[in-house]
T-cell receptor
């Protein structure tokens, strides 16, 4: 119930294409769903996040689609660029009173955008 | 800018050694976390702390302990390193989050790649 399942494990996309990464969860108590982006040699950094009361959130070329009934959410990268090549992690958080909550991360997707 | 620093980028230790990984954040964050990152497994939470001297087990605490004597510093200790603890270790920090009021972004350090031989 605490797991977040992410797919695919790796993804190769041509420049200008759309990259799509999917995540699924089971615990309906999760209340916050962020995506983190990690470049080689760096720690992950927050890219975009969504709460379950909305079905979509867009920031520039990055969009999260959220399907509460299916317990799934996905990251779409429009007009993918070589600079988007990185590892992407989805996550889900269950709020913990007085503790700010802890994140459960997916397995990660290594995205490579070919020029 | 929030800065989370980790004491070493690369570390090589022998089996049975006691290993200390140090993490310091400069933004007065209440919460601090230790994760390990392994290919195909994502980030797994080892321990976290929401206040000085407070600690909570994460999902994989076995073989690890932590110490938080000061708000800005969170240490991960491998009492007797083993080869299956070879991994990338990531420290993170975040502000205290009030239940229902919003989630707080976690800020990560660059990681320490630990090799146990």
């Amino acid at each position: 119930q605490q797991q977040v399942k992410q797919s695919p494990q790796s993804l190769i996309v041509q420049k200008g294409g759309i990259s799509i990464i999917n995540c699924a969860y089971e615990n309906t108590a999760f209340d916050y769903f962020p995506w983190y982006q990690q470049f080689p040699g760096k720690g992950p950094a927050l890219l975009i996040a969504i709460r379950p009361d909305v079905s979509e959130k867009k920031e520039g070329r990055f969009t999260i689609s959220f399907n509460k009934s299916a317990k799934q959410f996905s990251l779409h990268i429009m007009d993918s660029q070589p600079g988007d090549s990185a590892t992407y992690f989805c996550a889900a958080r269950k709020s913990l009173y007085n503790q700010g909550g802890k994140l459960i991360f997916g397995q990660g997707t290594e995205l490579s955008v070919k020029p | 800018d929030v800065k989370v620093t980790q004491s070493s980028r690369y570390l090589v230790k022998r089996t049975g050694e006691k290993v200390f990984l140090e993490c310091v954040q400069d933004m007065d964050h209440e919460n601090m976390f230790w994760y390990r990152q392994d290919p195909g497994l994502g980030l797994r939470l080892i321990y976290f702390s929401y206040d000085v001297k407070m600690k909570e087990k994460g999902d994989i605490p076995e073989g690890y302990s932590v110490s938080r004597e000061k708000k800005e510093r969170f240490s991960l200790i491998l009492e007797s390193a083993s080869t299956n603890q070879t991994s990338m270790y990531l420290c993170a920090s975040s502000l205290y989050g009030v239940r229902g009021q919003g989630a707080e972004e976690q800020y990560f350090g660059p990681g320490t790649r630990l090799t146990v031989t």
